[in-house]
């Protein structure tokens, strides 16, 4: 089986061939690799975070931790702040106000290189299934042979090895979002960030997704999914991270948060109830 | 229509023959247009792609002045060449006025905009598409600029078209700076105004063939190389 997304360390970062990183097979990256305190990127630390569009307060004031090992789900309805929050920590949006550490540290450009985000609409570049892949390897330095093997990997993982040479654009909605996900784990990252990847697939197309993000949640990656879907969120996260009109209402183990939710807003969420 | 018939027979003929005058008035006019070409794509498609994806104080208004400059008369490109370059203006030092030279900064500083203007457009839109995708790749200004630039080739390949056509057809910048000399700077398009004017419309409309056939012969080799690219980069 494929070392198919087993995280990055910072002294692995710039490729394959320099470390240990290569010979573990898909699955022991959380207990065999697992970065040390001093590389790791985790935990993610955000305080007073706000966001403002327009005069508009779109998030905060949030304080959350986000921690290795733990799949979350940022749950909430339209228009919560979810996507906006998933933005604002990988460094996409600039906050208004507030801080966030990546295990202590300001995000720059290394740490940004250790994350990937999937979008509700993949953005497909104008080359083959193959070549988006192999472009993130290239930006990440992977040397040229190990990239083919690398994009072969991924290719498989996404059951798209039968269209390595075809247009990325001219895939179904389902393939398209499978590339974009495999393509953000080629290059190892410790924390993917998904903003609501299966909100237009049909239900085989979403399970495909799913049985994706859970193995590279085991092979170690730290999985942070947006997301309206409560089903996803049960089948998916380990924890939930509850948001409504831009504010963290509550934070819990999912198990808990299903069962006994500890706000009257996710306990109506949960419901089905409108909460405008 | 006698005039017409005689056009098209003494094209062929000169075709045909390899007329040495014709091929060198052929031969200049394409060194001409495609070393412009080529100056104004290497400065047009970066500007296009800075004015594109760039955020500075002013963009809008350059923006303006780049389309504008789309419509610059050919004349007044002319004109203004020739008072930079004639002896009395700022590079007049430089002696290259009434040479090909000449004619190929007239004809980049008409091309440049064309190409700037188009191939911004094009960025801009594709830009839209990939920005927060490249930004979560975390690539950089450079990047994102090479990336654009190398994933529209397919459509910029139509752009550097349209610079070529209005080089290859210029007549009123180049005929100031070039001067029209015989075996110097006479190009196809100040050959066929030469001719008309002394009343050899023969000669005059078989030049004026001769250029068309070159505008659909790099047109169909533009075309080919589109057909050759990958498909991906086209879809």
């Known amino acids: 089986m494929p070392d198919i997304a087993r995280p990055m360390t910072a002294s692995a970062i710039t490729g394959p061939g320099d470390g240990s990183a290569d010979i573990h097979p898909f699955g022991e990256g959380r207990s065999g690799a697992a970065p040390s305190p001093a590389d790791a990127i985790l935990p993610l630390g955000v305080r007073g975070l706000c966001y403002r569009a327009g005069g508009r307060p779109l998030v905060g004031p949030v304080d959350l931790d986000l921690h290795h090992g733990v799949k979350t789900a940022i749950l909430g309805p339209n228009g919560a702040g979810k996507s906006v929050l998933l933005r604002l920590m990988h460094g996409l949006l600039t906050p208004t106000a507030g801080t966030i550490r990546w295990n202590g540290r300001i995000a720059d450009a290394g740490i940004l290189r250790r994350q990937a985000m999937v979008f509700q609409t993949p953005v497909l570049l104008r080359r083959s299934v193959a070549e988006n892949i192999a472009y993130v390897l290239r930006l990440r330095g992977w040397p040229r042979a190990q990239r083919a093997t690398r994009v072969g990997e991924m290719l498989a993982l996404g059951r798209l090895g039968d269209f390595a040479r075809v247009p990325a654009r001219v895939l179904s909605g389902g393939e398209k979002q499978r590339l974009a996900l495999v393509r953000a784990l080629a290059a190892r990252p410790e924390v993917l960030f998904l903003d609501e990847p299966t909100a237009s697939l049909d239900p085989a197309s979403t399970a495909a997704i799913e049985a994706i993000v859970e193995r590279a949640a085991a092979a170690g990656t730290k999985i942070v999914l947006v997301t309206h879907d409560i089903a996803q969120a049960r089948r998916l996260a380990d924890e939930v991270v509850f948001l409504d009109r831009g504010r963290l209402v509550e934070r819990s183990a999912a198990f808990r948060f299903f069962a006994r939710p500890a706000s009257p807003e996710a306990a109506a969420f949960l419901a089905g109830d409108l909460l405008y | ?235």
């Open chain 2, 1 to 235: 229509m006698q005039d017409f018939t005689a056009a098209v027979g003494l094209a062929v003929r000169l075709l045909a023959t390899a007329d040495p005058d014709l091929v060198e008035i052929v031969s200049l006019s394409l060194q001409v247009s495609l070393t412009a070409l080529i100056i104004a794509a290497l400065v047009g498609l970066p500007l296009g792609a800075c004015l594109a994806i760039g955020r500075f104080r002013g963009r809008s208004v350059a923006i303006v002045v780049v389309n504008a400059l789309m419509g610059l008369p050919p004349v007044v490109v002319g004109l203004i060449v020739y008072l930079c370059l004639s002896r009395a203006g700022p590079f007049g030092v430089l002696g290259l006025l009434y040479t090909p030279a000449a004619m190929i900064i007239a004809q980049t500083v008409l091309v440049l905009p064309i190409i700037a203007a188009l191939s911004r457009q094009i960025l801009e839109d594709l830009n839209r598409d990939y920005d927060e995708q490249l930004r979560s790749f975390g690539v950089g200004w450079r990047g994102s600029v090479a990336t654009l630039l190398w994933d529209a080739r397919a459509s910029l390949a139509t752009v550097l078209l349209a610079g070529f056509g209005r080089a290859i057809a210029e007549v009123g910048a180049v005929i100031i700076v070039g001067g029209n000399i015989d075996h110097v700077t006479r190009v196809m398009t100040t050959a066929i105004a030469l001719e008309t004017s002394k009343g050899n419309l023969a000669l005059a409309l078989a030049l004026g063939l001769v250029l068309l056939l070159i505008a659909l012969a790099v047109n169909a080799l533009a075309a080919a190389l589109r057909q050759s690219m990958p498909e991906a980069a086209r879809a």
